[in-house]
């Protein structure tokens, strides 16, 4: 069964919502069923989007081409 391919702009959304909710004692396991990926999405998206910003993106998707 293929899975639903997120834009990277919600995935960034979802990462910085992670962001807030973790320090507030929200655990990643919650947090990945909340989001309805993996775990092992969560901690890649976090490697590779960690630290991008929506306007960033662009630009990055701009290089990829």
């Known amino acids: ?5 997120s834009a990277i702009q919600e995935i960034i959304r979802q990462l ?3 962001d807030v909710l973790l320090p507030l004692g929200r655990s990643v396991a919650d947090l990945v069923r909340q989001m309805g990926v993996t ?3 969560y901690y890649r998206w976090r ?3 960690g630290g991008l ?3 960033q993106t662009r630009r990055l998707k701009d290089l990829e081409k």
Do not use: H, I, L, Q
């Open 1 to 5: 069964m293929a899975g639903k391919r």
């Open 16 to 18: 910085r919502e992670a």
């Open 39 to 41: 775990s092992v999405t």
């Open 47 to 49: 490697e590779e989007y």
């Open 53 to 55: 910003k929506v306007d």
